[in-house]
């Protein structure tokens, strides 16, 4: 069964989000049988590179709150964060374009270490002092730490268009769902699950769709045995008479 999670790094309830999901498929008793697939969603599309600017402002500006708002948001979010025993910065983080590290996840997403990356980017936008925009050399950085290779980082990063198409076809996709907002979980191409959820309306959602996930079910015409096929063993060959 696969569970596909819409996200983007600057959103913070993606990353409380994450860790609830996680405890839900911790304790599912089929977790072995799950496959989980990151996809892009990007909170502020088309934002250049070089246009950064500190969280709180952002958030008054985008959101019409005011300053006093936008830091008892932030509160709370580190207040949630806690709860899930991740740490979060709620003061002196900054805001910027996660194109490049949709593009890496995809990258990292071929060489299998898809989780383990957009983990990382995770905890450095949101626990960590260093800023994760606007500096190639901090992504790579970060994705060597994943168990990417530097130079093949690099030079995606070099090249805009490196799975640029990727990124772009997943927000297609988050759009034809019907995804407005992240995260977005969506199980066995079935259910959909929106928000930050608790782990145990994650738990529910699982149990709901592998209890609906029914292998394969064989046509077979009556009277009709089993077809001439190719399988590990090698082909059937008709005996001739």
Not at 12 to 26: M, N, Q, S
Not at 176 to 194: H, I, Q, T
Request: net charge negative; glycine share 8%; with cysteine.
């Amino acid at each position: 069964m696969r569970v596909e999670i819409w996200s983007d790094i600057a959103c913070p309830w993606c990353y409380v989000g994450k860790a609830r999901f996680e405890k839900a498929l911790h304790a599912f008793p089929h977790r072995d049988g799950v496959e989980v697939v990151h996809r892009s969603f990007e909170l502020d599309p088309g934002r250049a590179k070089g246009d950064i600017q500190p969280v709180i402002p952002m958030l008054t500006k985008k959101y019409g709150m005011s300053e006093a708002q936008a830091r008892a948001g932030e509160e709370n979010l580190g207040a949630q964060a806690a709860a899930e025993g991740l740490a979060y910065r709620t003061q002196g983080r900054d805001h910027g374009s996660t194109f490049d590290m949709h593009r890496l996840l995809h990258l990292a997403k071929e060489k299998g270490r898809q989780d383990e990356l957009i983990q990382t980017l995770y905890r450095a936008n949101f626990a960590e002092e260093r800023s994760v925009f606007g500096d190639d050399e901090r992504l790579v950085e970060l994705a060597v730490s994943a168990g990417l290779d530097a130079e093949e980082t690099r030079k995606v990063l070099a090249d805009p268009s490196a799975y640029a198409d990727e990124v772009r076809a997943d927000e297609r996709e988050a759009a034809e769902l019907g995804a407005n907002g992240v995260p977005f979980f969506v199980l066995d191409r079935k259910y959909g699950v929106s928000g930050a959820q608790p782990a145990e309306v994650f738990s529910q959602a699982l149990e709901q769709a592998w209890a609906s996930h029914s292998p394969l079910e064989l046509l077979q015409p009556a009277g009709q045995g089993d077809a001439e096929a190719c399988g590990p063993d090698g082909c059937a060959v008709p005996h001739q008479h």
